[in-house]
């Protein structure tokens, strides 16, 4: 979409900016920013039709059985590599190199998943969006809509109606 | 006692009351740094001399080796473990009540397994060869022994401070990015890196609560496995009284349970000194001290068994080794154990003292000394006590190594005081998750801290 211009309202309340949400996607408009001081249920599920699925749980399980495999492969290549016979037991003993793989596996996807958080999220950001406002750490919410230039009256006055504090462009 | 003020506050109230904590302390606070520092610096000055002269500066001398450093490091690891259970597990609970304590707690979690991550480099002796318990190609085709307890603690440990840290940064960035809205100067520049341009928006948060919940998700079993992982090194001795499948539950409950009393212990001022009393209510002191109580319960049920399976076992060497841990030269310290962990909290029952400030708090000491106790008398008079008469001895402490365990307390204590005044010890956006939200229309009262 040739967006050109972003419109901004800022919301007081959850209802309110829910409501805006709703009439904003009724009208069909899709490329929504809403900016949100804590994460609201309410609003994710709305926000759900046009957002496809976190995708932070594939990263996790790729992390997750990798170090599962890193764990076993390191354990078992390297007692067959170095073949000390401690205790009497096999030097490949599975259930020890359980704990190593175990750790790992934790280890790897905790990290796979904080590496998703970042890339998927875009952090870090090294530029503030033209549409942020520090308020949105605080107590207000944002919506902010990109749409056709012609379009951003209407847009802004749809936000006004749906109860904005404030209508930014 | 808590004579706070418990009034009703908004989402902006939250910001303040957690800006308020960041800016520049009074004098009181300097002057615990500067006690802190000076014990920190005395346990410096300890070992640096036991480096110097060699491990015999230290008390440990044979049969007991492992002595007051594995005891002072069992005890710091599990002090970790409650951090976890309120972050983790009970995030995956949804227990709105742990949003107030969780940074704190999380915190305390952190810096208690980097205290704890000493001891085993202190123990050692030479611990510039620390690395070579980790697996590294080298030209001699060395690997580290994968069979060893003592191998897999470290990779135990290792993932449990890494995954403890990456949670607690993961956790501190939108905080973090509220504190950089509202500051100016320096402080802005230095929270705006740490937030790394957090703005809070959909993609943002859908990625970061999924991301969350799975860090929380394997937070939860790695929480359990690492104490259990730390309870092998003595469950696979062949120890009379250490080698029992006991051990892993036994550690983890022992865990959690002395954890929770380190964390009222640091809370508790937090709440007077920050006036955060609108926060941690009395509800939550409540709720801390019947788990407190729950875990001392399952505590003494698992004493009980200790001394039911030496002596069901039939075999006459765990019958003695509890026999003399009770009543030979270390019965003090098995009994101010029993006293610290089975009896004190049994006045947790009583529901005036567990939202009475003063009795809590003694109570949460005494529990720290008896957790303490509990290590030292796994550790001292289990190896104190073995199989032959003439392997058995007396450990006497030495001022070197008193002196590292008391500086080891400074080295906790000076982490946390310096991250209260610097960071958001009070999480903001999850506290006001739990506060009801903002709405135009009270139509339906759902909306009441729906979002958690």
């Given at each position: 979409?040739?967006?050109?211009?972003?419109?901004?309202?800022?919301?007081?309340?959850?209802?309110?900016?829910?409501?805006?949400?709703?009439?904003?996607?009724?009208?069909?408009?899709?490329?929504?920013?809403?900016?949100?001081?804590?994460?609201?249920?309410?609003?994710?599920?709305?926000?759900?039709?046009?957002?496809?699925?976190?995708?932070?749980?594939?990263?996790?399980?790729?992390?997750?059985?990798?170090?599962?495999?890193?764990?076993?492969?390191?354990?078992?290549?390297?007692?067959?590599?170095?073949?000390?016979?401690?205790?009497?037991?096999?030097?490949?003993?599975?259930?020890?190199?359980?704990?190593?793989?175990?750790?790992?596996?934790?280890?790897?996807?905790?990290?796979?998943?904080?590496?998703?958080?970042?890339?998927?999220?875009?952090?870090?950001?090294?530029?503030?969006?033209?549409?942020?406002?520090?308020?949105?750490?605080?107590?207000?919410?944002?919506?902010?809509?990109?749409?056709?230039?012609?379009?951003?009256?209407?847009?802004?006055?749809?936000?006004?109606?749906?109860?904005?504090?404030?209508?930014?462009? | 006692?808590?004579?706070?003020?418990?009034?009703?506050?908004?989402?902006?109230?939250?910001?303040?009351?957690?800006?308020?904590?960041?800016?520049?302390?009074?004098?009181?606070?300097?002057?615990?740094?500067?006690?802190?520092?000076?014990?920190?610096?005395?346990?410096?000055?300890?070992?640096?001399?036991?480096?110097?002269?060699?491990?015999?500066?230290?008390?440990?001398?044979?049969?007991?080796?492992?002595?007051?450093?594995?005891?002072?490091?069992?005890?710091?690891?599990?002090?970790?473990?409650?951090?976890?259970?309120?972050?983790?597990?009970?995030?995956?609970?949804?227990?709105?009540?742990?949003?107030?304590?969780?940074?704190?707690?999380?915190?305390?979690?952190?810096?208690?397994?980097?205290?704890?991550?000493?001891?085993?480099?202190?123990?050692?002796?030479?611990?510039?060869?620390?690395?070579?318990?980790?697996?590294?190609?080298?030209?001699?085709?060395?690997?580290?022994?994968?069979?060893?307890?003592?191998?897999?603690?470290?990779?135990?440990?290792?993932?449990?401070?890494?995954?403890?840290?990456?949670?607690?940064?993961?956790?501190?960035?939108?905080?973090?990015?509220?504190?950089?809205?509202?500051?100016?100067?320096?402080?802005?520049?230095?929270?705006?890196?740490?937030?790394?341009?957090?703005?809070?928006?959909?993609?943002?948060?859908?990625?970061?609560?999924?991301?969350?919940?799975?860090?929380?998700?394997?937070?939860?079993?790695?929480?359990?496995?690492?104490?259990?992982?730390?309870?092998?090194?003595?469950?696979?001795?062949?120890?009379?009284?250490?080698?029992?499948?006991?051990?892993?539950?036994?550690?983890?409950?022992?865990?959690?349970?002395?954890?929770?009393?380190?964390?009222?212990?640091?809370?508790?001022?937090?709440?007077?000194?920050?006036?955060?009393?609108?926060?941690?209510?009395?509800?939550?002191?409540?709720?801390?001290?019947?788990?407190?109580?729950?875990?001392?319960?399952?505590?003494?049920?698992?004493?009980?068994?200790?001394?039911?399976?030496a002596w069901y076992s039939g075999d006459h060497f765990e019958r003695a080794s509890v026999f003399a841990k009770?009543?030979?030269?270390?019965?003090?310290?098995?009994?101010?154990?029993?006293?610290?962990?089975?009896?004190?909290?049994?006045?947790?029952?009583?529901?005036?003292?567990?939202?009475?400030?003063?009795?809590?708090?003694?109570?949460?000491?005494?529990?720290?000394?008896?957790?303490?106790?509990?290590?030292?008398?796994?550790?001292?008079?289990?190896?104190?006590?073995?199989?032959?008469?003439?392997?058995?001895?007396?450990?006497?402490?030495?001022?070197?190594?008193?002196?590292?365990?008391?500086?080891?307390?400074?080295?906790?204590?000076?982490?946390?005081?310096?991250?209260?005044?610097?960071?958001?010890?009070?999480?903001?956006?999850?506290?006001?998750?739990?506060?009801?939200?903002?709405?135009?229309?009270?139509?339906?009262?759902?909306?009441?801290?729906?979002?958690?």
């Amino acid at each position: 979409m040739a967006a050109a211009a972003s419109v901004l309202g800022i919301f007081a309340h959850v209802d309110t900016t829910l409501q805006a949400i709703r009439d904003l996607r009724a009208k069909g408009y899709g490329d929504l920013t809403v900016y949100t001081p804590v994460p609201v249920e309410e609003i994710e599920e709305e926000i759900e039709h046009i957002r496809p699925h976190s995708k932070v749980r594939l990263f996790t399980v790729i992390g997750g059985v990798t170090g599962a495999a890193t764990g076993f492969f390191l354990t078992i290549w390297s007692s067959l590599k170095w073949d000390l016979i401690t205790g009497g037991k096999a030097s490949v003993s599975i259930p020890p190199f359980v704990i190593i793989g175990f750790e790992l596996t934790i280890l790897f996807g905790g990290l796979a998943t904080v590496l998703a958080v970042l890339l998927l999220g875009r952090l870090p950001k090294l530029r503030p969006s033209p549409t942020y406002d520090p308020r949105f750490t605080l107590d207000r919410f944002g919506v902010a809509v990109a749409c056709p230039p012609d379009r951003a009256q209407a847009v802004s006055a749809l936000l006004s109606a749906a109860g904005a504090e404030e209508v930014r462009r | 006692m808590s004579a706070g003020t418990e009034r009703a506050v908004t989402w902006a109230d939250v910001n303040k009351d957690v800006e308020r904590t960041v800016s520049m302390p009074g004098n009181t606070y300097f002057a615990w740094m500067c006690v802190v520092a000076l014990t920190l610096a005395a346990g410096v000055v300890a070992w640096t001399f036991q480096i110097y002269t060699g491990m015999g500066a230290a008390g440990k001398r044979t049969p007991q080796m492992w002595a007051m450093y594995i005891t002072t490091f069992v005890f710091w690891i599990g002090i970790g473990h409650a951090g976890t259970l309120i972050s983790a597990v009970l995030y995956l609970f949804r227990a709105k009540w742990r949003t107030s304590i969780y940074r704190g707690a999380e915190a305390m979690t952190v810096f208690a397994v980097m205290t704890a991550g000493l001891f085993p480099l202190i123990h050692a002796g030479r611990m510039w060869f620390a690395y070579w318990l980790t697996p590294y190609p080298n030209q001699r085709y060395l690997w580290p022994n994968f069979k060893s307890p003592l191998v897999w603690d470290v990779f135990a440990i290792s993932t449990y401070l890494t995954i403890s840290v990456v949670f607690f940064i993961v956790g501190l960035v939108p905080d973090v990015a509220a504190l950089r809205d509202r500051s100016t100067g320096i402080k802005r520049k230095i929270f705006a890196v740490i937030a790394m341009g957090w703005e809070g928006s959909d993609t943002q948060w859908k990625h970061y609560r999924r991301g969350y919940g799975l860090l929380a998700a394997l937070a939860t079993p790695l929480v359990l496995s690492v104490h259990s992982v730390v309870s092998f090194d003595f469950a696979m001795a062949l120890v009379p009284g250490w080698h029992s499948t006991l051990f892993a539950p036994f550690f983890v409950d022992g865990a959690i349970f002395s954890g929770f009393a380190m964390v009222l212990v640091l809370i508790l001022p937090m709440r007077y000194y920050f006036n955060w009393y609108p926060y941690i209510t009395d509800k939550h002191l409540d709720a801390m001290a019947k788990l407190t109580l729950v875990t001392s319960l399952v505590l003494t049920y698992f004493y009980a068994c200790e001394v039911f399976t030496a002596w069901y076992s039939g075999d006459h060497f765990e019958r003695a080794s509890v026999f003399a841990k009770a009543t030979k030269q270390y019965a003090w310290a098995y009994w101010t154990m029993y006293f610290c962990n089975s009896v004190v909290p049994l006045i947790l029952f009583w529901k005036k003292a567990r939202t009475n400030v003063v009795i809590l708090y003694i109570v949460s000491i005494l529990v720290l000394i008896g957790m303490w106790f509990e290590r030292f008398n796994i550790i001292v008079p289990g190896l104190g006590h073995d199989f032959y008469p003439y392997t058995w001895g007396t450990y006497v402490p030495t001022i070197t190594d008193s002196t590292i365990i008391v500086g080891s307390f400074a080295w906790f204590f000076i982490l946390f005081l310096g991250f209260i005044r610097v960071m958001p010890s009070l999480s903001i956006v999850e506290v006001k998750e739990v506060l009801p939200h903002p709405l135009k229309h009270a139509v339906h009262g759902a909306h009441q801290g729906g979002g958690h």
